[in-house]
């Protein structure tokens, strides 16, 4: 840690802390929190306005950054605010191991539905039907952006960008489009349904412009997102197996898709 004497830009009590606290209180009821330094640092990578981040560790960080992605580590250096462990504390409902928290702007929800709506789509829009899991949901987009698919939808009441799901998601939210939907506004494409009854996907082939659905963890698809599909099918599961977890579903499913689809990963 450096010497808060010798350091004025990061000293506990100048202006940079103060001006960093006023704007996180100011924003902190509709921006975006990213919590980690991984979270900071895929937000930065893939283009998020990022008003305020802090560290209660300036050094430290910009080290970590060095290390693990050159890439951020300037950008990080012009945003980050070293402030007392007890102001982080009071910016994050639970602390990080690495002290590092942000607030992002969401992306508008025109320029996400914008996106999921273009075609011809290159990778397919992920749906989770009414979800209850919000690390569930945080892992499935981190799978998504790493896939490169289109986007994440959810329907039913959980909100995909809640914090929790944010920091499952470890900031990738900002590499694919992430919204919440009804059934009835799904993007258009053929759905292909996740179902035990459905055919095996191994005999399928999943085109780019798939849309595919999952169930919620507990009740499966909904009547109105089974009605809405062109295509049941299922994953391969041994006998007595009753299922497999969320977000292992969708990483199978989208692994399938990327060697019989066109996938430019």
């Not at 004497?5 to 009590?13: E, F, K, M, S």
């Not at 780019?208 to 299922?234: M, Y």
């Amino acid at each position: 840690m450096k010497d808060a004497a010798t350091d004025p830009v990061t000293a506990p009590g100048t202006a940079p802390e103060a001006e960093s606290a006023a704007e996180w209180r100011r924003l902190a009821g509709t921006a975006v929190l990213l919590d980690g330094f991984h979270a900071l640092k895929h937000a930065v990578r893939f283009g998020a306005r990022v008003p305020v981040a802090v560290t209660t560790d300036r050094r430290a960080t910009l080290d970590l950054a060095a290390e693990l992605a050159p890439d951020v580590r300037d950008t990080l250096d012009a945003l980050l605010v070293e402030v007392p462990e007890a102001t982080y504390r009071s910016f994050v409902p639970r602390p990080h191991p690495t002290g590092v928290a942000a607030l992002a702007v969401r992306p508008s929800r025109g320029a996400n539905l914008e996106a999921l709506a273009r075609t011809p789509r290159t990778a397919p829009v992920v749906v989770l039907d009414n979800p209850r899991n919000l690390g569930n949901a945080g892992a499935v987009i981190r799978l998504a952006a790493g896939f490169g698919a289109t986007g994440v939808v959810t329907t039913g009441t959980l909100d995909p960008w809640h914090p929790t799901v944010v920091r499952a998601g470890a900031g990738l939210h900002f590499a694919t489009a992430v919204e919440r939907l009804t059934v009835a506004e799904l993007p258009a494409g053929p759905v292909f349904a996740l179902d035990p009854e459905g055919d095996d996907i191994r005999g399928l082939k999943l085109p780019d412009d798939a849309v595919l659905a999952f169930g919620s963890e507990r009740s499966g698809l909904s009547p109105e997102l089974r009605a809405r599909g062109d295509h049941l099918v299922s994953l391969p599961m041994r006998p007595q197996v009753s299922s497999y977890n969320l977000a292992t579903s969708v990483a199978m499913t989208l692994y399938h898709w990327s060697v019989t689809g066109n996938a430019a990963l």
